[in-house]
């Protein structure tokens, strides 16, 4: 993760929140931080599909 970060509101589903934040206390992590490393390997995810 980039050591300069850009902050980002969301809104998700209650359903979606809840499962996020049993999967952050699962892994010990934050909901931001699980969050955030979705999103970048979406749009990792998202470069290498138009550039392959």
Same mark, same amino acid.
């Given at each position: @993760?980039? $050591? *300069?970060? /850009?902050? =980002? $509101? %969301?809104? =998700?589903?209650? +359903? %979606? !929140? /809840?499962? =996020?934040? !049993?999967? &952050?206390?699962? +892994? /010990?992590? *934050? @909901? *931001?931080? =699980?969050? &955030?490393? &979705?999103?970048? /390997? &979406? %749009? !990792? *995810?998202? #470069? !290498?599909? #138009?550039?392959?």
């Amino acid at each position: @993760m980039p $050591t *300069s970060q /850009e902050p =980002l $509101t %969301v809104y =998700l589903p209650p +359903e %979606v !929140k /809840e499962a =996020l934040q !049993k999967w &952050a206390e699962e +892994e /010990e992590r *934050s @909901m *931001s931080f =699980l969050a &955030a490393k &979705a999103i970048i /390997e &979406a %749009v !990792k *995810s998202r #470069k !290498k599909g #138009k550039n392959g």
